[in-house]
């Protein structure tokens, strides 16, 4: 049986591990943190799946992945339920973007940019008037003029992704080695602070730890916000265009919304700052003011680990492989992306692969 070595517990460390023990592998999980730190990108993530929003300002490959990754969630998810016991939130119900009337151009010329990207499927990218977004969401009701909805897109509950791969990969027997930091990862051997750990193969999942090594890779902060809500009813992510970045807001279960996410080029992992509250909030509230009543639950700041074209590198070697820089789009491509490298693991070609120009020799 392969024994794979993997540093780094985060989405995709957690993920590879997870299926690498479905797959019948030994795995050995390094972390620097313990299992229920929320020190990473993982879970400062509002864990949006939305290719439509994202290819606007991204690649088209990355507007691929999501895709195809839309369609491997249910089945990774139900898979996860029947290891478990518990099933993860998750919801396609599409998104919203809507813009206030100084904005509008705005989203026209988002939409455009949009078709330009893509040829969407029939009607998964529709222009909505008043009566059309009342319907969607009634809340916004008479609030705004016109909309557009994402129909294909989703979203999943990332802290109970984490928290349910947490009992699988214990359940299944995963040798969980946690507040131990990999210092260097050569080919089959994870070095530690005890030394060197050798394996049939190591992956390095490393996320924005790796960047102290790898200088390519850079961190792109964003923050977000926790509230409570209990006067705001929203089934499904509104996207506020905002001359900044876009504001959105993910509904989950109980209440709560997730608010977010600021994009500032820096490797800053302190606290959300007073500035970055102050506009997530203004903006929040001229959504709807049913958020002005609404609780701070919590902040969350972290940096989205990144390469300079904003591209998920593969890269694999002899004994070794790296699995880094999924930006913003961790839970909008993982599946797919991860299909891959686990298709190399198993000894696949890198011509095999779904997306060969994202695999790369040398990790
Ligand atoms: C504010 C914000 C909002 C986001 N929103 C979305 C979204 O809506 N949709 C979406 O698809 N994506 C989103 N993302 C992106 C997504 O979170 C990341 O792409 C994804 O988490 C990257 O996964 P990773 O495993 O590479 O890194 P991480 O999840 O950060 O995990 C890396 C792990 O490696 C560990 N580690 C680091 N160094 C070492 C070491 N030396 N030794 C041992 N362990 C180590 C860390 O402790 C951590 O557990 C968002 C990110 C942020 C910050």
Redesign the pocket.
């Known amino acids: 049986m392969e024994h794979v070595g993997i540093?780094?517990?985060?989405?995709?460390?957690r993920l590879m591990a997870w299926r690498l023990l479905r797959e019948g592998c030994r795995v050995t999980l390094?972390?620097?943190?313990d299992r229920h730190?929320r020190?990473?990108?993982?879970?400062?993530?509002?864990?949006?799946?939305?290719p439509y929003s994202e290819v606007v300002r991204g690649e088209r490959i990355v507007f691929d992945l999501g895709r195809a990754s839309l369609e491997t969630w249910p089945r990774w998810l139900a898979e996860l339920e029947a290891d478990t016991g518990e099933a993860v939130f998750y919801r396609r119900q599409g998104s919203l973007i809507v813009a206030h009337p100084r904005d509008e151009a705005d989203l026209e010329r988002f939409e455009r940019q949009l078709r330009h990207k893509v040829v969407p499927q029939p009607g998964a990218v529709e222009r909505v008037g008043p009566d059309r977004l009342a319907a969607l969401e009634p809340q916004l009701a008479g609030r705004f003029r016109h909309g557009l909805f994402l129909r294909d897109e989703g979203q999943l509950a990332n802290d109970q992704l984490f928290a349910a791969l947490e009992r699988a990969l214990l359940g299944k027997g995963c040798d969980w080695r946690e507040g131990?930091?990999?210092?260097r990862v050569e080919p089959g051997c994870l070095v530690t602070g005890r030394g060197p750990q050798r394996f049939d193969t190591v992956v390095d999942?490393?996320?924005?730890?790796?960047r102290a090594e790898d200088r390519r890779l850079r961190g792109v902060?964003?923050?977000?916000l926790w509230v409570e809500a209990p006067e705001v009813s929203l089934d499904r992510p509104v996207r506020l265009m905002h001359p900044r970045y876009q504001l959105y807001i993910?509904p989950r279960p109980g209440n709560l919304y997730i608010i977010?996410?600021t994009e500032i080029e820096s490797d800053d992992l302190g606290p959300l700052t007073v500035r970055s509250g102050l506009e997530l909030m203004s903006a929040l509230y001229s959504v709807h003011p049913g958020f002005g009543e609404a609780r701070v639950v919590h902040t969350?700041?972290?940096?989205?680990?990144a390469f300079m074209d904003n591209l998920p590198r593969i890269e694999s070697g002899e004994g070794r492989m790296r699995?880094?820089g999924?930006?913003?789009?961790?839970?909008?491509?993982a599946p797919a992306l991860l299909e891959d490298a686990l298709g190399l693991l198993a000894g696949k070609p890198a011509g095999e692969a779904a997306y060969p120009e994202l695999v790369h020799g040398g990790a």
């Open positions: 540093a780094g517990a985060g989405l995709v460390g390094f972390d620097k943190n730190s020190d990473n990108a993982g879970l400062t993530a509002a864990a949006m799946l939305a131990v930091r990999v210092e999942a490393r996320g924005l730890g790796l902060r964003g923050e977000v993910a977010g996410a969350r700041a972290h940096c989205r680990p699995v880094n999924l930006y913003r789009h961790g839970y909008l491509t």
